[in-house]
């Protein structure tokens, strides 16, 4: 059964760095696309990063610089390295698995259930 599950998560203060993780169960990982994705308190979810099978990455602009995604292969996981938090990074951070490798990356097929990022000012 393919699965998803994110850790990492927690309250850390502005300038501060996280790190996520995302284990995957999902047959033949390496030919997937996995990100990363945010819901931020009242809005709606949004892009932050991807990683396709050949290891393109894609970030949003609003992440561009501050966070890294990587992967895994051999241990099926997905990292996002997140530094220089900002309060506006506090949100519900999701791991997501597709086959798209071409944004836009809005038809991923697994989704995780969330971790949550507190940034305090």
């Known amino acids: 059964q393919e699965q998803l599950v994110e850790s990492g998560g927690g309250l850390v203060q502005a300038g501060g760095s996280l790190r996520l993780s995302c284990a995957a169960s999902l047959a033949i990982f390496d030919y997937y696309t996995v990100g990363w994705f945010r819901q931020a308190p009242g809005k709606e979810r949004e892009f932050a990063a991807t990683?396709?099978?050949?290891?393109?990455?894609y970030y949003s602009d609003s992440v561009k610089g501050r966070f890294t995604i990587s992967r895994d292969n051999a241990k099926n996981m997905v990292y996002l390295q997140m530094n220089s938090l900002k309060p506006e990074d506090t949100a519900v951070y999701y791991c997501?698995?597709?086959?798209?490798?071409?944004?836009?990356?809005?038809?991923?097929?697994?989704w995780g259930k969330g971790t949550l990022v507190t940034v305090s000012s």
């Open positions: 990683i396709t099978s050949i290891r393109n990455t």
């Open positions: 997501a698995a597709g086959r798209r490798s071409v944004p836009p990356f809005n038809d991923m097929a697994f």
